[in-house]
């Protein structure tokens, strides 16, 4: 283990699983919108609905939504923020029985129409997991920049995918796929060492098969 | 990291003619691909956010759930309007310890070492020992690396988690680590730091983490003080040669085991001990 996750890290207060991790499993979500909320419905469950209001997990949520890291000092404040934003932001509960007992699902609503459901699980420290990307598998841990890729289930669009990479010379830490059955819908996870230039995700997004890309940054966006 | 237990550590040092925390720096430095000064001045900015944790405490804050908030400056004017039974030195260490503790209950910064819920003990020791006895602000880090390579080891061969290991892993593991500072910066050799470090780990092990409505304030805040004032203790017994019976890596293995065998309702699920007092369900019903 790393010398500063036993001193460190810097964080506001007071949990590192329902605090610290929920502010990443936010900004996780915010970065996967890539373009400004204007609404978002947080559906806490397990620990997080019961012990979260304590831990102040919905601020943190929401910190993490406005693009906040954990040792932001305006976490506490981050609902009032979030409504002098415009952004209409509502709680309730979830039963996510099959993830992690500290979970929430989000579903978000961006500036240009985008709808993006997200299941975060906060797993332990502050380490969090993306469980699910508009109801089909992903699990990722965010410590990479990732590509979400959903496709048709056919054959050719791992290579199609992969071959752009290949062109950028990004090289690929780790790979998942999952898919709803044969044929059906289908979500390929590439956790890379390299971000991923902007034009080429945008020339995935018109690729035929491709239904939408979804892409993590490691780099902060300059507005959310 | 090429050591897995604190003999190894210790080993190192010895063969490498090094101090302990120097191979804790060197080997962290490995690890992350840089120099080992950078790894110093990261670890200044940890003790530094200690220190801002300290100064912008708010005696008047309260933390979302009532329970807690103030205790550190009742502290406070208790040790300035009476001659302590603590004496003024451990005083201010306890009244440190409850201060970062309320203010990580009260949604402040603070630095976690190694968790969150145990994030009073090193800052309260380590401050008081600089403000106190004049250490120069580079060996007190020298000594945040003693602790923790002390809370690496922990971590590798127990938990620093309270969800796996009881609060002995989390109050106790900190406890342990600001112990093995403590050796350090009284002049220690190596074999004191260690035993330093043992005797603190002791005294804990076992303590179940049975936190009030799952919250990390009731018993968590208090149990910084005695986490605190327990690694002083205990590096007073080492620097005066008292020696733990059962040397440091078996007494780290048998937390790990209590760890094991202890009940899921004692392991931060706040549904045993204190947290199944009729007072803790009155209180996490008015919450719900």
Redesign the interface.
Known sequence: MNVFDIIGPIMVGPSSSHTAGAVKIGKAAAKLMGERIIRAQLLLSGSFYATGKGHGTPKALVAGLLGMDPDDDRIPESLVIAEKEGIKIQFGQADLQEMHSNSVLMILEGAHGRILEVIGESIGGSRINIARIDGLEANFSGDYPTLVVHNSDRPGHIAKVTGMLSVQGINIAAMRLYRQGRGQNAVMILECDQEIPKDSIEQLEKMEGIEKVTYYTLEDADEL | ?NYKTLQELVSLAQSEEKEFWEI?VKE?AI??NTQSEL?FE??R??YQ?MKRSVDQYDPNLK???GMSGGDGERMRRYRMNNEPIAGDFLSKIMETAIMVAE???????????????S?GV?PAVLLVFEAEKGFREDRIIEA??V???I??II??NAS??G?VGGCQAEIGSASA?SAGSVAYLEGGDMEDILHAATLALKNLLGLACDPV?????VPCIKRNVSGAINAVVSAQMALAGIRSVIPPDEVIGAMAAIGREMPVCLKET?TGGLAATKTAKIIAGS??
């Open positions: 990291m804790v962290e690890s992350q790894v990261q670890m900015k940890m956010a933390s979302p759930s203010s990580n209950a009260c949604m402040k910064k603070i630095v976690a070492a190694p968790t969150a819920g994030c090193l945040l690396f602790a923790a390579g809370g690496q971590a590798l620093i988690s969800a680590m409505a799952g919250l990390v304030e706040g919450l719900a």
